[in-house]
């Protein structure tokens, strides 16, 4: 069974750090680039980032570059979001997201999505 | 960045309906388009990709289609499972992949 879980959300001060991970189980975890997604309250989704298949290429949606870093361990089958000076609007229900092909197939369809983790920045 | 405009934004549907949800491109993203299902507190669903090609596993009331700038996302005979938020989502022009903001099917 496929399946992906985020963790590490929560309460974070504006300014401060939060870091989120995503256990990815039931494939081959090294194959497969892996994405982040997020809605605010009350709003729509909104995709935050990617990493390919072998950590080699990262993008970043405009509203998150130079504050948030997204890395990966296959050896944990893991995805983080490394959250650095976050501010209000980052509060919103993170997703990780697997792709539906893998290595260099398109990256852009996301058929496994985890639960999401709650993130609220307030002080 | 492309822009989806997503109409309507809310459907009040009864079981057996047919609902049809309209997504707008602002620029033609060919056939870069896929539809997702969204109920609160769970995890988004891939439904359709590629415009028209459902996915395994997907009842075939629901289908796709449409390319260049406007696209028609149909369920026939509404289920009581099918109560959701519905997204379109483009990956023509990259990045960011930009989703419509939503379309709430709703009693």
């Known amino acids: 069974q496929v399946h992906l879980v985020e963790s590490g959300g929560g309460v974070v001060q504006p300014g401060r750090s939060l870091r989120l991970s995503c256990a990815a189980s039931?494939?081959?975890?090294?194959?497969?680039?892996m994405h982040w997604v997020r809605q605010a309250p009350g709003k729509g989704l909104e995709w935050v980032a990617v990493?390919?298949?072998?950590?080699?290429?990262?993008l970043y949606a405009d509203s998150v570059k130079g504050r948030f870093v997204i890395s990966r361990d296959d050896s944990r089958n893991t995805v983080d979001l490394q959250m650095d000076r976050p501010i209000a609007d980052d509060t919103a229900v993170y997703y990780c997201?697997?792709?539906?092909?893998?290595?260099?197939?398109?990256?852009?369809?996301?058929?496994?999505w985890g639960q999401g983790t709650r993130v609220t920045v307030s002080s | 960045d492309i822009q989806m405009t997503q109409s309507p934004s809310s459907v009040s549907a009864s079981v057996g309906d047919r609902v049809t949800i309209i997504c707008q491109a602002s620029q033609d993203i060919s056939n870069y388009l896929n539809w997702y299902q969204h109920k609160p507190g769970t995890a988004p669903k891939l439904l359709i990709h590629d415009a028209s090609n459902l996915e395994e596993g997907v009842p075939s009331r629901f289908s796709g289609s449409g390319s260049g700038t406007d696209f028609t996302f149909i369920i026939n005979s509404l289920q009581p499972e099918d109560f959701a938020t519905y997204y379109c989502?483009?990956?023509?022009?990259?990045?960011?992949?930009?989703f419509g903001q939503g379309t709430k099917v709703e009693i």
């Open positions: 997201a697997r792709p539906k092909y893998d290595y260099g197939g398109n990256l852009w369809a996301f058929d496994i």
């Open positions: 989502q483009q990956y023509d022009s990259l990045p960011p992949p930009t």
């Open positions: 990493i390919n298949y072998d950590g080699s290429y990262k």
């Open positions: 039931g494939f081959t975890f090294s194959r497969y680039a």
